[in-house]
């Protein structure tokens, strides 16, 4: 009697339990035991319900797995950080709501394969065993001379000074740091090999030479001379004269656009495709000479500054500057960009450095002795300045801690420094000087990876070939360069909307005129044939045209309902023409015009 019982008990819980839905047949179902006094005595689940949350386990492990090997690749541990660094903006978005199938899938599969590259770029680099330097002194100044002795052989040989008689330089590298050039004040020009110091060209203008500049390799350079801009090959040989850059003063190159930037000084800012060879636009600032002009790397936005203190923002697809920024009371004399930062000196000898997300100041800092000539952005954030006899090298200036102490400095005695710029992916920085130029060894300015893809210090002839038709197809149109390069891809829901009214706007048109010039039907019966139509359409437009003088007989400057102006008092019965009324007759009609009382017509 008693196991009847627990039997009959086991099962009215059962089927409670499935009453209220608080278990389902799947989930695990307690069976219950008794002993003697008819109290509870063990808990444990049933052998059939386990066997079924088994099943169910391995199900749901089975569909996670299918849904990793097609969602998202799976995450490395500890690498969220890292993988920031590698993400592009709007990366980590999906695209959900594609009604076309074949667009949707064709941009999961984009989505998944830039996922993948991102997880390869974290795995690989741990691979990358090279890491920057750095310099750690006790405030001591250390002399080029103690580092020489101190680096590796190979280090040291990147090292070099030459003295020469053909005024101040101005100098450059190539993109990936493998050519340098250098061009006297006095018309001396010269291009060296970095690797080995070989001089691949030399040639001397008899003119004066301002800015020189490295096109998209070392196979072009342009020149700004006295009065128009040159383009020279790696053999010295001119190619172009361009006129219409008159008096340039200042030169920059836009890799990713194949555009040659050139200010000069009567205020000129001019773009030309050295792809094509067409001028894409030519700018007056109308604020006096260029007195600096640098582009920012990140966005391609070309920085120029001006005499009157102002540095303001240029895109060639716009014709008024993007933006301008009130720098200081004198003329600005040099200025760096280097993605949100921006660097300006002035003539008042004190330099400051901007937050270009905010256009604010982070620090400010004031030279000795002279305005500071010139200034260059190194790829690790190194700040370099030449200013009378001194260079000066600064550290972790884009940082909140204002830093107090220069990292390095060097000094000239004698001569005016005029040029500064860092070598790409090398601990080395080129000075340019009034009796000669040379380089020095700033330990951590470059980087100590490089991507062969991108730029490849090491390439070879057929390298630099492949590259150079690459870069080519991929070049960006200059309609692409703005302030905020994050909207290049996003949709502008206004223009969108705008193009939306105008196309069915047009396709209105369109109808009316295919409507227009459509002959009429030709029916042989009814109210509707040719004839009819025709006569009604001429009483309708003879009524209007005699409700029209009637108004303006009458004096009246808007429009009224006359009697006959009606299509259905003109029409009888069956679309013919019906009689009209008669208005009444005034007298003295002809002559009430002299009487100044409104004319009535008697229309009998």
């Not at 200034?375 to 107090?404: E, I, Y």
Request: some cysteine.
């Amino acid at each position: 009697y008693l196991k009847m019982v627990v039997a009959k008990t086991e099962d009215a819980f059962e089927e409670l339990q499935l009453a209220r839905g608080t278990v389902r047949p799947s989930e695990e179902i307690i069976e219950l035991q008794f002993d003697d006094e008819n109290r509870v005595k063990v808990e444990r689940p049933n052998k059939r319900a386990r066997a079924r949350q088994a099943a169910e386990e391995e199900q749901e492990k089975n569909d996670a797995r299918k849904k990793s090997d097609k969602g998202e690749p799976k995450r490395l541990k500890g690498a969220r950080g890292v993988t920031k660094k590698f993400q592009r903006p709007g990366e980590n978005e999906r695209f959900k709501g594609v009604r076309n199938k074949r667009l949707a899938a064709h941009l999961e599969k984009n989505w998944r394969q830039e996922r993948e590259a991102v997880s390869m770029l974290v795995r690989s680099e741990v691979l990358q065993t090279a890491e920057p330097g750095s310099l750690e002194s006790d405030r001591r100044r250390i002399t080029q001379d103690e580092l020489v002795r101190d680096v590796t052989l190979g280090a040291s040989r990147k090292r070099f000074e030459l003295t020469l008689p053909y005024g101040a330089y101005s100098c450059g590298f190539t993109g990936n740091g493998s050519h340098m050039v250098a061009g006297g004040r006095k018309g001396h020009i010269a291009m060296l090999a970095c690797e080995g110091m070989q001089l691949s060209t030399e040639l001397y203008v008899k003119e004066t030479v301002r800015a020189v500049q490295f096109l998209h390799n070392y196979s072009m350079f342009a020149v700004a001379q006295k009065k128009y801009m040159y383009i020279y090959d790696h053999g010295g040989i001119e190619l172009h004269c361009l006129k219409t850059h008159g008096a340039p003063s200042h030169l920059d190159f836009l890799p990713y656009h194949y555009l040659l930037v050139s200010g000069s000084d009567y205020g000129d800012l001019r773009y030309r495709d050295v792809s094509t060879g067409e001028e894409i636009c030519s700018r007056k600032t109308g604020l006096g000479a260029v007195r600096a002009l640098r582009h920012n790397p990140s966005n391609a936005v070309v920085h120029v500054g001006h005499v009157n203190g102002t540095v303001t923002l240029w895109s060639p697809s716009v014709k008024e500057p993007l933006a301008k920024v009130f720098c200081s009371p004198g003329q600005v004399t040099s200025l760096a960009v280097s993605n949100n930062h921006m660097v300006t000196a002035a003539s008042n000898g004190i330099w400051k450095v901007w937050d270009l997300r905010q256009y604010k100041v982070l620090h400010a800092f004031r030279g000795h002795g002279h305005a500071v000539n010139d200034m260059d952005v190194s790829m690790t954030g190194c700040v370099s300045l030449g200013f009378g006899s001194h260079v000066q090298v600064w550290n972790k200036v884009f940082s909140t801690a204002r830093p107090d102490a220069t990292y390095m400095s060097e000094e000239y005695p004698g001569k005016i420094v005029s040029s500064v710029r860092f070598r790409p992916y090398e601990d080395v920085c080129a000075v340019g000087h009034s009796g000669g130029f040379g380089t020095i060894i700033i330990p951590g300015a470059g980087y100590a990876n490089f991507d062969s893809f991108e730029q490849n210090p090491f390439q070879t002839k057929q390298q630099r070939r492949e590259r150079e038709v690459r870069t080519l197809l991929e070049k960006l149109q200059p309609d692409s360069i703005m302030l905020d390069p994050d909207q290049l891809g996003n949709l502008n829901k206004e223009a969108s909307e705008r193009f939306k009214k105008e196309e069915a706007q047009k396709k209105q048109e369109e109808e009316a005129e295919k409507k227009k010039g459509t002959k009429e039907k030709k029916k042989m019966r009814g109210r509707n044939k040719v004839g009819k139509r025709m006569k009604r359409k001429q009483l309708k437009t003879g009524a209007e045209e005699r409700s029209k003088v009637k108004n303006r007989l009458n004096g009246k400057d808007d429009e009224s309902q006359s009697d006959d102006s009606g299509s259905e008092e003109l029409q009888g019965p069956g679309g013919q023409g019906g009689t009209r009324p008669i208005p009444e007759k005034v007298d003295g009609a002809a002559l009430s015009r002299f009487y100044g009382k409104r004319r009535k017509l008697d229309l009998q």
